[in-house]
């Protein structure tokens, strides 16, 4: 076992180490992939050794991948992972806590307590909210919506299609999904309109949920973006708080990639308001440098979730919670869970905060960096400025006006960037015009990088 595992722990230590001489991305289709693999398609009768296993990998799969932790790897929502977080996860793996329940894992349960109390108390949500980590930020937004259905109707589920929920265009698709999942009819999701930022208007807001009212539906909850994926743009907490409280609504928040800025003056500053919620989701496998997967859901009152997710099978009564036990499987959907705190808790203790919001704020001094450079080249344009890691922008030719000229040159541009290997960028549409988009949430990643990829952008056009 110690031989195997300093392999591996080499094998990786050696992988981050020469990453950012790496290609950013090697992307292949499925057939490819089948044939430069070339796994054997039957599982193998007899084993083999460790080397051997590892060596195949190396060769034959581990080439054709995505670099996340890459310094410019800025599409999507990038994730960096502090090598502490990942053996922290080797560690709850290795010892394979079963989270589910207390009685089998009260020390590593109070790790995850541990863990949540430190994200409510950087969020400033009021004691007793609690919650549970998740895979990530999709389930944990669905374990919100389950929630506040089951607090608005309860078992009453021939009122499913009559609820309505409210979030604005911009919000994540995992969103709708939840809701969808959750049995809320898919026409009664509301997209709300938003302002020349990209926030929710929360006159728009209320008189949507009036319409639905005098239409027979039952409004149920409201869904607030705390740093949108497109833009990072973040709805206006407050009002949407003061609308929740007066409709009795449920009122969550998505702040999956950037609540964690909570950390830095700046980032909690953004993000005010959001200490109303009724529920928040983050996402530490963003913003936190854990590794996949690592998603968690704040609830103010932990009891709405036992009320819509507790259930007590006669061969669980053994491991049922008691006293002051925390059971996580009374709280979301899944029984079986390992201990995703654990990494958490490792990083956060090597590291201190001090680093990791140093960290943080850099990264969104980096955006700034990049709009400045966008706002200084001539043939760029910002389509939304900075906010938090991200920055979305456009190739803009001096004299090249039509839109589907625009297009179609930043979509080639955005190809040629990503053909180099030298980035990995990612495009959005921003009122229908397509746009470069900038995630930098990345530890590794400097000035030189952004003036780099700025540079590839403009080489490419
Ligand atoms: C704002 C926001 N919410 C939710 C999600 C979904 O999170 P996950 O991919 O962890 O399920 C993302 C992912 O990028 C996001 O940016």
Redesign the pocket.
């Known amino acids: 076992m110690v031989r195997l595992g300093r392999r591996v722990a080499d094998l990786v230590a050696a992988h981050l180490a020469r990453v950012r001489d790496e290609p950013v991305q090697h992307p292949i289709g499925r057939r490819e992939a089948r044939d430069l693999a070339a796994l054997p398609a039957v599982a193998p009768e007899a084993g083999a050794p460790f080397d051997g296993i590892v060596a195949t990998l190396q060769a034959r799969v581990f080439p054709y991948h995505a670099r996340e932790p890459h310094p410019r790897f800025m599409g ?2 990038p994730s960096a992972p502090t090598f502490p977080a990942v053996l922290g996860d080797w560690i709850a793996t290795g010892y394979n806590f079963f989270a589910g329940v207390w009685s089998v894992a009260a020390g590593p349960n109070e790790v995850e307590l541990t863990v949540l109390e430190w994200f409510r108390g950087w969020l400033g949500l009021p004691d007793g909210t609690r919650g549970l980590l ?8 669905l374990t919100a919506v389950v929630a506040a259905r089951h607090a608005a109707l309860g078992d009453r589920a021939e009122d499913l299609p009559r609820l309505a929920m409210y979030c604005s265009g911009q ?5 709708a999904r939840a809701a969808w999942i959750a049995g809320v009819p898919r026409a009664n999701v509301r997209l709300v309109p938003s302002d020349d930022r990209f926030r929710l208007r929360p006159d728009a807001l209320a008189a949507a949920i009036a319409r639905d009212r005098a239409a027979g539906l039952v409004p149920f909850l409201i869904v607030g ?5 497109n833009t990072g743009a973040v709805d206006p907490l407050h009002a949407m708080a003061d609308i929740a409280a007066r409709e009795r609504l449920w009122y969550h928040v ?5 609540g964690f800025a909570a950390l830095t003056d700046r980032g909690r500053a953004l993000l005010a308001g959001i200490e109303r919620a009724d529920s928040v ?1 983050l ?1 530490p ?2 913003w936190l440098y854990v590794p ?4 968690c859901l704040l609830a103010r009152d932990p009891k709405a979730l036992e009320a819509a997710f507790h259930v007590l099978p006669d061969y669980l009564r053994d491991v049922e919670a008691r006293d002051q036990d925390v059971n996580f499987a009374d709280a979301g959907e899944q029984l079986t869970r390992y201990s995703r705190a654990l990494k958490v808790w490792v990083s956060v203790n090597y590291f201190g905060l001090a680093a990791i919001r140093g960290a943080i704020a850099e990264c969104m001094r980096l955006a700034d960096v990049a709009e400045r450079l966008v706002r200084e080249a001539p043939d760029l344009e910002v389509l939304s400025p900075a906010q938090f890691g991200v920055v979305c922008f456009r190739v803009h030719p001096p004299g090249t006006d039509d839109p589907a000229a625009l297009d179609a040159l930043n979509e080639r541009v955005n190809a040629a960037a990503n053909a180099t290997q030298r980035v990995l960028m990612s495009s959005t549409r921003l009122r229908g015009a397509y746009s470069l988009r900038l995630c930098i949430l990345n530890y590794r990643t400097t000035e030189d990088d952004v003036r780099a990829v700025i540079e590839l952008v403009r080489a490419s056009a």
């Open positions: 999507y929502v998740t895979s990530g930020g999709s389930n944990a937004t919000a994540h698709s995992s969103v973006n705390a740093g949108a994926t998505d702040a999956a990639y950037a989701t996402d496998h963003k996949f997967e690592c998603g």
